[in-house]
């Protein structure tokens, strides 16, 4: 537990919001404590504690019914207003927060296992529960909504 919290409480605080955090990454120890024996070793610990969080962090948001967070923990702090793209240009965050809330939940949740949690495809898809090559189809789909989205409000 202690080597994994803090990965997994930032995994749930862009989920459900730093509110509902401390108590998903509990409920994800509690979880992997009762089904210890089940881990199989097929993945690193980590996805596999990832996975348990998805569940309860889905759980947490039907509950609460809340949208995944998209506030300053995707993103970093409001000190930095704009990141460089692939061409040097800059992306203001807010811009890209409005066109990521704009992308449908799977194609938010793969950006979000692969690009922010830093996960694999194969990794990212265990979480999601769903083959690595759907992870890669969701990517691609997100980015090219997400190009889209972004190049409509600079026009």
Not at 32 to 46: H, N, P, T, V, W
Not at 69 to 98: S, V
Request: charge should be positive.
């Amino acid at each position: 537990m202690r080597e994994h919290y803090a990965a997994v409480y930032r995994f749930c605080a862009r989920r459900v919001g730093p509110e509902l955090a401390q108590d998903a990454a509990q409920e994800t120890f509690v979880t992997a404590q009762r089904s210890m024996r089940k881990f199989d070793g097929r993945s690193c610990l980590s996805t596999w504690l990832f996975g348990i969080a998805h569940n309860h962090c889905r759980n947490l948001s039907r509950k609460h019914r809340r949208e995944v967070c998209l506030d300053e923990a995707w993103l970093g702090g409001e000190a930095m207003n704009h990141e460089p793209n692939r061409e040097g240009q800059l992306i203001d965050r807010q811009a890209l927060r409005t066109a990521l809330a704009k992308l449908s939940p799977e194609h938010r949740e793969a950006v979000l296992l692969h690009e922010v949690e830093g996960l694999s495809y194969e990794e990212a898809g265990m979480v999601a529960g769903v083959p690595a090559g759907t992870i890669k189809s969701r990517l691609h789909h997100a980015f090219a909504n997400l190009r889209r989205t972004l190049q409509e409000g600079t026009a």
